[in-house]
């Protein structure tokens, strides 16, 4: 009798294993963007549009684009005329993303494949939370920045509102997941995203954390009422 093979659902944990992480974005990376856009309501526009003018960019800058996984971030920075790598740990949103025609790069956050001072900025939108030790990665993130460059975390954080926090905290355990079976290749993967938000330091603690790895300046913007906040920091020269 003829059987068909069922396959696990990937979803990483929150103790967050590189492998695991990385194998639960291989298997979201083909409707990843359009999945993005259902559950944001389309904010994932504007997000990016907020990095880049966050970042400044001029032509002729190096940029490296950190978990760009399909590289749509990295088409977005490349409109201020910068030169854009996009760097991954996802083989699969990588190869999602090769259509793009941007410079793209397999590496680890944590272990980035690059010289020191090489890029006028370094950006990570939405990946941070994902890095199994963020510390080591801020600290990489600084050491591939030229003095005088500059960072911009782009991440889900805390909204500053309560009533809304609680209603937006209900959202992200409970209907976030059943939005995300409709259009996801891997649905179960957003039951992590959303409980990885959640665990997440708001404003002020991940922008001290920023501070401890070495940049300087820190300051944040919150985006869509504290949904997502942009956090600026600065090399010393």
């Not at 993967?189 to 002020?204: C, D, F, G, H, K």
Request: glycine content about 10%; hydrophobic content about 45%; charged content about 25%.
């Amino acid at each position: 009798m003829a059987t068909t093979e069922q396959r696990e659902p990937i979803r990483a944990s929150l103790d967050k294993q590189p492998h695991e992480v990385a194998s639960m974005f291989d298997g979201v990376a083909k409707r990843y963007d359009l999945t993005n856009t259902v559950i944001s309501g389309g904010q994932d526009r504007y997000w990016r549009w907020a990095t880049r003018r966050a970042l400044g960019l001029r032509p002729g800058e190096r940029v490296l684009d950190l978990a760009a996984g399909t590289g749509v971030s990295t088409v977005e920075l490349g409109k201020s005329g910068a030169w854009c790598v996009a760097a991954d740990f996802s083989q699969g949103m990588l190869g999602a993303g090769r259509f793009r025609k941007v410079p793209m790069v397999a590496g680890d956050a944590m272990a980035l494949p690059f010289a020191d001072d090489s890029f006028d900025a370094v950006t990570i939108s939405f990946g941070l939370r994902n890095v199994a030790d963020i510390d080591v990665a801020l600290r990489e993130m600084l050491r591939v920045t030229k003095p005088g460059g500059r960072v911009v975390v782009c991440e889900f954080s805390t909204p500053v509102f309560g009533p809304f926090r609680t209603v937006y905290m209900e959202y992200l355990m409970k209907a976030l997941p059943r939005v995300a079976q409709a259009v996801s290749s891997n649905p179960d993967a957003y039951v992590y995203l959303a409980e990885s938000i959640r665990a997440w330091p708001n404003q002020r603690r991940l922008a001290r954390r920023i501070v401890d790895a070495g940049w300087d300046s820190v300051q944040w913007r919150d985006l869509t009422g504290g949904v997502v906040a942009l956090h600026r920091g600065y090399k010393l020269g």
